[in-house]
C-alpha cells in the first residue's frame, strides 16, 4: 500500500512540474497542439451555428500556418491577424446581441407609452369626503367577568388486579 502510495506522489509532482512548464511557456509542441485543437473545435462551432464569417476566419488561421511555417515572422504577422479578425468576430457578435437588446428596449418603451395613453383616457372623478364623527361612551371603571367553573364529580374506581405469568424457563420463546 505505501508503494502505491508514493507512485501517485511521484505522478502528482511530475505533473505539477509539467503544469508549471506548460504555463511558463516551455513545451512549444504541447501550445501547438492546444492552439491547433482551439481552432478545429472552434471551426467546428462555426459550422454548428452557422457563423460563416467566424469559419472563415478559423480556415484562413490553419492555412496561413500551414504556409508560413518556415517564416518567424510571417508566422507572427500570421498569428498577429488571425487575434484581429477572431477579436472583430467578437465584436461582431457582442454588436448583434446589443442590437437585440436595443430592439428589445424600443418595444418595451412602445409598451410604456401605449399605457400611458390608456391612463390618459381614464378619468378618475373628484371625490370629497365629509369628516364623519363617532361618538364613543366613555368607560371609567375596567368591567370584570366571574365565571364559575363546575368542580367535576370523583368517581371510584376498582384498583386495578395484579396478574402473575408462570413462565416455564429462561429458554427460547
Not at 8 to 37: E, R, S
Not at 47 to 60: K, V
Not at 151 to 165: D, E, L, N, Q, S
Amino acid at each position: 500500500m505505501k508503494t502505491q502510495a508514493w507512485g501517485w506522489l511521484a505522478v502528482a509532482v511530475l505533473a505539477a512540474g509539467l503544469n508549471a512548464n506548460y504555463h511558463d511557456g516551455g513545451m512549444p509542441w504541447a501550445h501547438q497542439i492546444v492552439d491547433q485543437v482551439q481552432h478545429n473545435s472552434g471551426a467546428v462551432m462555426a459550422l454548428a451555428t452557422g457563423r460563416a464569417d467566424q469559419f472563415l476566419t478559423e480556415a484562413r488561421f490553419v492555412t496561413t500556418r500551414n504556409e508560413v511555417a518556415s517564416c518567424p515572422f510571417s508566422a507572427a504577422i500570421a498569428r498577429v491577424q488571425s487575434r484581429i479578425d477572431e477579436s472583430e468576430a467578437n465584436f461582431d457578435r457582442v454588436r448583434a446581441m446589443s442590437d437585440r437588446e436595443e430592439a428589445q428596449l424600443v418595444r418595451i418603451e412602445a409598451n410604456r407609452a401605449r399605457i400611458e395613453a390608456r391612463m390618459a383616457q381614464v378619468r378618475i372623478p373628484a371625490v370629497t369626503f365629509s369628516p364623519v364623527v363617532v361618538r364613543v361612551p366613555r368607560i371609567d371603571v375596567c368591567p370584570r367577568i366571574h365565571v364559575s367553573v363546575p368542580r367535576t364529580p370523583h368517581v371510584p374506581m376498582p384498583a386495578m388486579p395484579v396478574i402473575h405469568i408462570a413462565s416455564a424457563g429462561a429458554g427460547p420463546v
